[in-house]
């Protein structure tokens, strides 16, 4: 029995707000440097480890893709190893700064990189079995999953001035057992189902509808975020004086709004997930399949002259694509459709449904893994699908080292901002212990930049066929102002630059992972995704020894004293980086114009997705698991992407 997807991508949520610890580290950075004696550059490495080990999650990529077949075992199995890795990492930093066991450096570093490191086995398993739910509302399902990650910290931070504060030492132990309880309690929930829902058909009431529900839980993140910020501007100002039951009780409500999330699955047909049978007029779907393909056959745009149009009986009808579209040179035989084939096709699609839905998810009939074929596969309807590309495969890739680079210097940029935001609000002139109020406000600009960059490049892919990469050279912009911004800030202005830090940062992480799963395909999703997860561990660990050298360097010519005072402490960093996410501006346009190309035929297809999900009896035995989106040519042509 699967469990509906619902109740699966609810408590995927609630697992993801756990997921993000690594936003946490100025929390504690400066009790864990007394408490180890470390000099800045020490920290900022331990800081660097944590990020590192929150984003090298290529194991838990291939761990999860090995087990491609166990719908419902794979991804239960990779959340209880992010448990394991989470208490032991926890737990042993917890122990280390106590005292209890001698730590040399480079152990304290190995053991910051496993205190994050169980958060990737979390995320991998939740988002990768999301996208795998939805596939056709994937930036929509990164953008809400991304955003619980980014509004982890703030959660977390809640929890620490609620129940905690000043103590973060003792704090470490909640963020080892809290994660570990909320994942241990969710993991049953969730597993890939590999059909349409029947809750996924319904047209009314709007909340029950598959875009009413995500907007709902697009709501109740929203309401989230803008309750973290209010609280957390309540408790740094003078204004309201919080005692601490106050606190303990806006910790509280933290608590219960997150819990809300598990309200979406109401009314979609129990736990237990019910396969969509839709019951229609069976020579209706034969007339509507016949009428579709005939005008796309001869349609010149559609297929050029001199071509004739290729169908597949086993191809899914609202799979329409085009041969092609992203090899121009190539040169395919066409053949027009006569009524026999249009009718076999039509005729076959009730018992190819579910093959299909396998086979875009890159399954044989059993449900297991199947490689991908070597050679050129023949044309499946009029586009061929984008390449399921491997992990080596896109290691040669150009287009993927592009997105490698841009989302390095992106996402390494907003990571030294916040690594070293403690250090920055004291060189400022703020208190040692107000930074909380500005990890608060990157955690929630960085929660609102994944939901903003997920819903609005989908909305508007769907509505118009605009390109997502156009999304990526906008946030790059973004990012290189707002490290500008804080190379000349003061301590109040710090406010606007942790709002625009935080936005550019979390957008990031959205385009990230569903460009990934746009340009590679589904097939391999699990491991490329988490193997592009190393570039803002590249690019914050690069970018942090730069800021902490130059920070020593500062802090050196003001005498013995390892603090450094003032807004030129951390000045020449950020304009240094500056220059770098120009580069950035520079890739990512590059990246856009060499794969502006595959939305034209992609947005025809969602086109055509969105329309079949307004009238799904027309067709008999609605196609499960919808149209694969991000597909533009077969296996063999990702040498076109790549070149």
């Known amino acids: 029995m699967y469990v509906n997807k619902w109740a699966g991508f609810s408590v995927s949520v609630v697992c993801t707000c756990s997921a993000g610890l690594a936003y946490c580290f100025s929390l504690y950075s400066n ?29 838990s990529g291939l761990v999860y893709d090995s ?47 496993l205190t994050c490191n169980g958060g990737t086995w979390i995320d991998t398993a939740c988002l990768v079995t999301s ?65 349409t829902q029947k809750s996924e058909l319904a047209t009314r009431p709007q909340f029950c509808t598959t875009g009413g529900r995500f907007l709902f839980a697009y709501q109740i993140m929203t309401a989230l975020a803008i309750y973290l910020m209010t609280t957390a501007v309540m408790d740094q100002s003078p204004s309201f004086m919080l005692n601490h039951q106050t606190r303990m009780l806006l910790s509280i409500g933290t608590i219960v709004l997150t819990l809300s999330i598990l309200l979406v699955p109401i009314g979609s047909g129990g736990l237990a997930s019910q396969h969509a049978q839709p019951h229609g007029d069976e020579e209706d ?53 006569t009524q026999d084939d249009t009718s076999k096709m039509a005729d076959s699609h009730s018992k190819s449904a579910k093959v299909s839905h396998q086979k875009r998810l890159g399954q044989n009939d059993e449900g297991r893994p199947e490689p991908a074929p070597s050679g050129r596969a023949p044309s499946a309807g009029f586009v061929e699908q984008m390449p399921d590309m491997t992990l080596l495969q896109c290691c040669t890739s150009l287009n993927f080292w592009l997105l490698f680079l841009t989302c390095s210097i992106g996402m390494g940029s907003g990571l030294s901002y916040l690594n070293n935001l403690g250090q920055l609000v004291i060189a400022l002139g703020g208190e040692s212990d107000s930074q909380a109020v500005f990890v608060s406000l990157f955690s929630v600009s960085n929660c609102a930049g994944r939901l903003l960059l997920g819903y609005i490049p989908e909305r508007l892919l769907h509505a118009r066929g605009m390109p997502r990469c156009i999304f990526l050279i906008l946030i790059s912009a973004l990012s290189a102002l707002a ?33 990934t799963s746009e340009f590679f395909g589904l097939h391999h999703f699990a491991s490329n ?31 013995p004293s390892p603090s450094c005072y003032g807004p030129h402490c951390f000045r020449l960093s950020f304009l240094l980086i500056a220059m770098l996410d120009v580069v950035a501006l520079v890739s990512s346009t590059i990246l856009y114009y060499r794969t502006r ?20 009896h027309s067709i008999p035995n609605f196609p499960t698991g919808g149209v694969n989106m991000g597909h533009i040519s077969s296996v063999s042509d990702s040498e076109t992407l790549s070149s």
């Not at 077949?69 to 208490?87: A, E």
């Not at 930036?139 to 980014?150: E, F, M, N, Y």
């Not at 963020?175 to 969730?190: N, R």
């Open 597 to 616: 190309h595959i939305y034209k035929v992609e947005y025809q297809e969602l086109h055509q997705h969105d329309e079949d999900m307004q009238h799904p």
């Open 529 to 559: 995704y988490t193997f592009i997860q190393l570039a803002p561990a590249a690019g914050g660990f690069g970018l942090g020894q730069l800021v902490g050298s130059l920070y020593e360097k500062e802090a050196q010519k003001e005498g």
């Open 285 to 337: 779907g034969i007339e509507a399949a016949r009428a579709r393909v005939g005008p796309l056959a001869a349609d010149p745009h559609i297929c050029p002259p001199g071509q004739h149009a290729v169908t597949d009986e086993h191809a899914p009808l609202m799979s329409i694509t085009m041969s092609d579209a992203v090899d121009d040179d190539a040169t395919e035989e066409c053949t027009t459709p």
């Open 131 to 195: 996208v795998r739910n939805f596939p056709n509302e994937r930036g929509t399902v990164v953008g809400l999953l991304k955003a619980c990650v980014g509004l982890s910290a703030s959660v977390y931070t809640s929890i620490y001035v609620g129940f905690e504060e000043p103590d973060a030492i003792t704090y470490l132990l909640y963020l080892a057992f809290i994660p570990a309880i909320v994942v241990m309690c969710s993991t049953p929930f969730v597993n890939f189902v590999p059909y």
């Open 67 to 113: 087990m491609l077949g166990w719908d419902g075992r794979g991804p239960r199995i990779t959340l209880l190893i992010g448990v394991i890795v989470n208490i032991f990492g926890w737990v042993s930093l917890w122990a280390a700064a106590k005292g209890l066991i001698a730590a040399p450096f480079w152990l304290v570093l190995i053991i910051a990189g």
């Open 31 to 59: 009790q864990l440097k007394e408490a180890f004696g470390y000099d800045q550059r020490q920290i900022q490495a331990i800081g660097s480890a944590t990020n590192l080990g929150g984003y090298a999650s290529i194991i």
């Open 483 to 515: 490290v500008c911004f804080n190379a000349f800030a003061s301590l109040p202005l710090l406010f606007p630059a942790s709002i625009m830090a935080g936005l550019a940062f979390g957008a990031t992480w959205s385009l990230m992972a569903t460009l």
